[in-house]
């Protein structure tokens, strides 16, 4: 059974850090990009971070500078440093491979969870 479980969300002022983790089963984790997305309520889940097998890194220009992905392959865990929040990275936040994990056809995710940037 696929489980993609993160963790580390909460609340947060402006400025702010979280840091994201999130454990990956391992046959997964040792063939696939890894990927940071987040989703906003009525907006499309969007890629914030990607990671390849190698370490190499990509960042939309929204949060190039402030966030920052890694691969730990002895713990088969993926983080998201997420520094200088602001409100508009208020989301949940969802790992998952780079495309997205499809089981059966039909595309999975896990609970995600939720960063909220708020005063």
């Known amino acids: 059974q696929v489980q993609l479980v993160e963790s580390g969300g909460g609340l947060v002022q402006p400025g702010g850090s979280l840091r994201l983790s999130c454990v990956v089963p391992?046959?997964?984790?040792?063939?696939?990009?890894m990927g940071w997305y987040r989703q906003a309520p009525g907006k499309q889940r969007d890629l914030v971070a990607g990671?390849?097998?190698?370490?190499?890194?990509n960042y939309p220009d929204s949060v190039k500078g402030r966030f920052t992905i890694s691969r730990d392959n002895a713990k088969a865990t993926v983080y998201l440093q997420m520094n200088s929040l602001k409100p508009e990275d208020t989301a949940v936040y969802y790992c998952n491979t780079i495309p997205p994990l499809r089981i059966r056809g039909a595309p999975y995710w896990g609970q995600g969870t939720q960063v909220t940037v708020s005063s």
């Open positions: 990671i390849d097998i190698g370490g190499t890194t």
């Open positions: 391992r046959s997964i984790f040792i063939i696939h990009s």
